[in-house]
């Protein structure tokens, strides 16, 4: 098991990373997000050995590394993938696999099952962006790390690989049993591939959770915004119920317990009718996303809610519109 508590991490006089604290179980992928420049990568960069921390522990239980005990990156069992592969231009498929490797035997289980057995003589100039990453894969989970780092492994590649690869990496993690963090820019990534997700912000971890949870129960709203399309509205909550304009919905209180409250609305919570007997709100913006069109309606409270609508429902900007919550899970509510 993978356990941290209590890292700080800084740059000289800029602490870049504080208090840390989280446990990975057995074979559990934990997905780092948070915006740009919020120490997603130094974590990584610290939990490898390759940086120095300032405060606080790293235990893999068969080592301890905390400021003064240092562990150097080669002890620590530790097996990188990054965005740019990383690997060695003038090595084959399998002389990078086998890069040091003493017993091959490895190699050839994440050859098959990552499916590279057409590739293994060939140069990594000669392949794509999906394969080249396959190999950078395969050769890190040949070497039997005790736990793997991905810092961004799909953000060179185009949305069809992403969405193969990225279930194809999650398979063979599970596959060689080991712990993970990875590192995404992509929220639907997060939700779709982690047994957990962790959402940083300027260095703090602002919650570590399930996705379900992390999407409809956000800790707080920074949260909930950075996990997709998020709306709040101001309610009234009384027990487990809670009462807004656009009608009444099961609510869990998530921070102060206070009467006036607002609610999160994601797009799905949220049903609209076209041409209906009355109107409750006018439509901003609509994108088209394929299957469906995601819609901004405004209130006459002046509050903006999305709402995610059919492809088939040809609504435009400026149509009148009625919009209601349309919901059986309790909404997240938060002291306004
Ligand atoms: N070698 C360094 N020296 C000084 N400051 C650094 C160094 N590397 C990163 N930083 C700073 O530390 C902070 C965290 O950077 P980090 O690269 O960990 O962020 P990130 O969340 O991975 O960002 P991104 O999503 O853009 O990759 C940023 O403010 C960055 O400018």
Redesign the pocket.
């Known amino acids: 098991m993978l356990s941290v508590s209590k890292l700080s991490i800084d ?2 006089s ?1 602490r ?1 990373v504080s208090e840390l604290n989280l446990s990975l179980g057995e074979s559990e992928i934990l997905m780092l997000v ?1 915006p ?7 974590i990584l960069q610290a939990l490898a050995g390759l940086i120095p921390i300032s405060e606080g522990e790293i235990n893999l239980g068969s080592w301890r590394a905390t400021p003064k005990l240092k562990v150097p990156p080669e002890k620590r069992k530790v097996g990188m993938v990054f965005q740019d592969f990383a690997l060695f231009p003038h090595l084959t498929v399998q002389q990078n696999i086998c890069f040091r490797l003493t017993d091959t035997s490895k190699a050839d289980h994440w050859i098959k099952l990552l499916g590279l057995e057409a590739f293994r003589d060939k140069k990594p100039a000669t392949l794509s962006g999906g394969q080249k990453q396959r190999v950078a894969l395969a050769r890190t989970l040949a070497h039997e790390p005790d736990f793997v780092l991905l810092d961004e492994p799909l953000s060179n590649l185009d949305a069809a690989l992403k969405d193969t690869l990225r279930w194809d990496i999650r398979n063979a993690l599970k596959d060689a049993g080991v712990p993970a963090i990875w ?1 995404t ?1 992509d929220q639907e990534e997060a939700l779709s591939v982690g047994d957990r997700v962790g959402v940083l912000k300027e260095g703090i971890i602002q919650q570590i959770d399930t996705p379900e949870r992390c999407f409809s129960l956000p800790s707080n709203r920074f949260v909930a915004r950075f996990l997709g399309e998020a709306s709040f509205i101001a309610g009234n909550c009384e027990g487990d119920i809670a009462t807004t304009d656009l009608g009444n919905a099961p609510a869990i209180k998530v921070d102060h317990d206070t009467a006036k409250v607002d609610v999160l609305l994601r797009p799905d919570d949220i049903h609209l009718i076209q041409n209906a007997n009355t109107s409750n709100g006018k439509v901003t913006w609509v994108r088209y996303e394929g299957g469906s069109r995601l819609c901004a309606v405004k209130l006459a409270c002046d509050t903006v809610v999305t709402s995610r609508v059919s492809h088939e429902v040809m609504v435009r900007p400026g149509d009148a519109v009625h919009v209601s919550i349309n919901t059986t899970h309790p909404l997240a509510v938060y002291a306004a």
Request: charged letters at 5%.
């Open positions: 740059y000289g800029n870049v948070g740009t420049g919020c120490g997603k990568s130094t590192v820019h």
